[in-house]
């Protein structure tokens, strides 16, 4: 009872630790983006009234859009905006760009989360994340799914022969995969698979689930070679040290199959370092593959936020930056549930 109890302690305190270090981080990459946003070139109001606006226009805007007040200012309005306690009987006008989080048992208030609204979409910025997170969280689900399995059999195979013809083909072609960007693999792939065979979409969405998983197949796969390479390495390095480790030996001596050996013992191992830097490339694809996503025009946050920064749109990109943070900080923390998972060690 009372190591389960120190064990539930350490346990509490370790997260409490990761939640805190997650915070600093994402506060930290929050701000900066705030302040680069507002500090580079561009008139957001000129671009919400239009070429021909009139200077009255432009300064009714900048007031109503508090633009003229400092930096600063904004900053503090901007955090305290962010996650807030609002009265039921607030104005509409107040909650326009707003998305109600949870109620407060036996009061009147809700908590509220805000991140202002586009200039460029004219939309709440949470409503544009909110519709673009899906999409991009399937094709990061996909495209790590496809890199796990194909550096796990590429890797597999080099290191039981290591030096041999496998391995050094292995060797070639994933420097050839690290060395190729992924713009360049998605437009190969676009061209056999859609304009030559004409199996799959060229790019696009759809509209129905069958157009949209048709969709997805081209780039998830351009993902998926793209991070083959890597994780093929890592799986091939170490698989070879694995395997010649002791408690493989001594599995074979006891009448394991070789298989047995390799998949069971050895392979086990080795996905130790192989599901963390998984868990981690999930959480920076789940804040937008942006080229991936502008070459099949999937529209995901990594679109979403080329389009901000090339329309100067701040809010916007804020608001992808605050979501790929918090996915990397998300998926920092599962990796080390993996790892504990995987190697008892760990714990």
Known sequence: ?????????????????????????VIAVVTLAFALMHVIPGDPAKM????QAQPSDLARIRKDMRL??????????????????????TTEKAHSTCTHLVSIPFTRFEVHADLGKSYSFRKPVIALLAERLPRTMALAIAGVILQFLFGITAGTFAALTPGGRADRALVALTSLGASIPTFLIGTALQFVFAHKLGWLPLDGFGTTFTEQAQALALPALTLGLY???????????????????DFVRTARAKG???????????????????A?????????LAGGAAVTESVFRWPGLGQLGVQAVLNRDGPVVIGVVLVTSLAVAATSALAEGVTSLLDPRSR
Not at 82 to 87: G, N
Not at 258 to 272: M, Y
Request: glycine fraction near 6%; charged fraction near 15%; hydrophobic fraction near 50%.
């Open 1 to 25: 009872m009372k190591r389960a109890t120190q064990s539930a302690i350490h346990l509490a305190l370790a997260l409490g630790k990761h939640a805190l270090n997650a915070a600093v981080v």
């Open 48 to 51: 919400i009234a239009g070429p």
């Open 68 to 89: 003229d007040e400092p930096m600063h200012v904004r900053y503090v309005t901007f955090v305290s905006r962010l996650v807030h306690p609002s009265a039921e009987t």
């Open 227 to 245: 991070g083959t390479a890597y994780f093929a390495r890592l799986v091939r390095d170490e698989m070879v040290i694995a395997l010649r480790q």
């Open 256 to 274: 394991a199959s070789s298989l047995r050996a390799t998949v069971g013992h050895a392979l086990r191992n080795a996905l130790v370092p192989v």
């Open 276 to 284: 963390t830097a998984a868990s981690l490339e999930l959480g920076v």
